[in-house]
């Protein structure tokens, strides 16, 4: 597990390292190894943001920094692992945050610290798996019920998302599928044209589909017949996850 410590002061930090050391030193045979990395700014912080399963976050000394404002930069980064706010100068529990911020009390004890990083595994193994699409511009991170469908346009391809988003990637589709058909079993193998999501198919007529924004896409029967396969064994998985 990859823990990021970002803390302006400079002894609260070197305690907070000491006691994450202790505590991978307890789980070396639990839970596993504590990796831990330790920054006094959030520019540093947020510069491999997405490698990390948990933060632990105080920056009450810093003008201009806020907790609000690092938790929304993360977000922005593409994390959604849990952010830990500790408190000192400031209780952070009088604000308002996500779900995945929770708090702790400095000075910090060993079972508060303990059971916070129980509740960030217990995240992590429940959180799902992010698609990277990199453009030109930039990277965003989605996850796989965000992405509708990804289209050719000439030597490159628009991937289709949730609220009206658009991405447009310099790849084609087989090299797209073959990425993301690797951890996730929703992906339609793709046409010449078009790459479809099944999760976000609402009708799958004789022979075509139309897909959750109204688009629609006339399949080949070989398409076809996968489709309905895909949507079969989605389903399965679902009526087994609720038992």
């Known amino acids: 597990m990859h823990v990021a410590i970002c803390d302006d002061n400079g002894a609260d930090r070197k305690q907070m390292e000491r006691l994450l050391k202790r505590e991978s030193d307890k789980r070396a045979q639990t839970s596993g190894t504590l990796y831990v990395d330790s920054f006094g700014n959030i520019e540093a912080l947020l510069a491999n943001a ?95 019920d965000e992405i509708l469908y990804a289209t050719a346009k000439g030597r490159a391809v628009q991937v289709a998302l949730t609220q009206g988003r658009t991405k447009l990637l310099r790849t084609d589709l087989f090299n797209l599928y073959s990425v993301w058909a690797a951890g996730h079993d929703c992906f339609l193998p793709p046409t010449g044209h078009f790459l479809l999501n099944c999760l976000h198919i609402t009708k799958l007529g004789a022979f075509g589909a139309e897909m959750s924004d109204g688009k629609k896409f006339l399949l080949p029967h070989t398409s076809h017949d996968f489709a309905r396969l895909i949507l079969a064994n989605l389903s399965s998985n679902k009526e087994n996850a609720s038992k």
């Open 50 to 144: 997405l490698m990390y399963d948990v933060f632990y976050v105080d920056m009450c000394q810093t003008p201009g920094v806020t907790a609000q404002g690092i938790v929304e930069a993360l977000a922005k980064k593409g994390s959604t692992a849990p952010v830990v706010l500790c408190c000192s100068k400031i209780n952070y529990r009088e604000q308002s945050f996500p779900k995945n911020v929770f708090f702790l009390d400095k000075a910090i004890k060993v079972a508060d610290l303990s059971e916070s990083i129980d509740r960030a595994l217990e995240l992590k193994s429940s959180a799902p798996s992010l698609i990277e699409l990199r453009s030109e511009e930039d990277t965003i991170y989605v996850t796989e």
